[in-house]
């Protein structure tokens, strides 16, 4: 049984910092890449980051590049997303999801496994 619990959403002034945490348990990690997903009211599900099992390798989308900084802790089991400069526009639902194969992929769709979510909201 594969299961994702994010935590550290609130809100914060535009510029601030918040560090996101999904708690994985079940075999996927550490065996297949991770990711984080957000989605603001009213669009679509977006990628944000990912990161490999095999090598660390990270991924991020452009709108993050810079700002954000996707890790896992493997001694908690945990996939990290640290957010710094946070922009209005970041403002979202922020997901963790789970690959079960070695490719990586940037498609929701290709994710099977996914957190509850948690809110993070940018003041302007």
Do not use: H
């Not at 900084?69 to 001694?75: E, F, G, Q």
């Not at 640290?82 to 639902?93: F, H, I, R, W």
């Amino acid at each position: 049984q594969v299961q994702l619990v994010e935590s550290g959403g609130g809100l914060v002034q535009a510029g601030g910092s918040l560090r996101l945490s999904c708690a994985a348990s079940g075999r996927i990690f550490g065996s297949y890449p991770m990711g984080w997903f957000r989605q603001a009211p009213g669009k679509g599900r977006e990628f944000v980051a990912a990161i490999w099992a095999s090598n660390g390798r990270t991924y991020y989308a452009d709108s993050v590049k810079g700002r954000f900084t996707v890790s896992r802790d493997s001694a908690k089991n945990s996939l990290n997303l640290q957010m710094n400069s946070l922009k209005p526009e970041d403002t979202a639902v922020y997901y963790c999801a789970a690959r079960a194969s070695q490719i990586m992929s940037t498609t929701p769709g290709d994710y099977p496994y996914w957190g509850q979510g948690t809110q993070v909201t940018v003041s302007s």
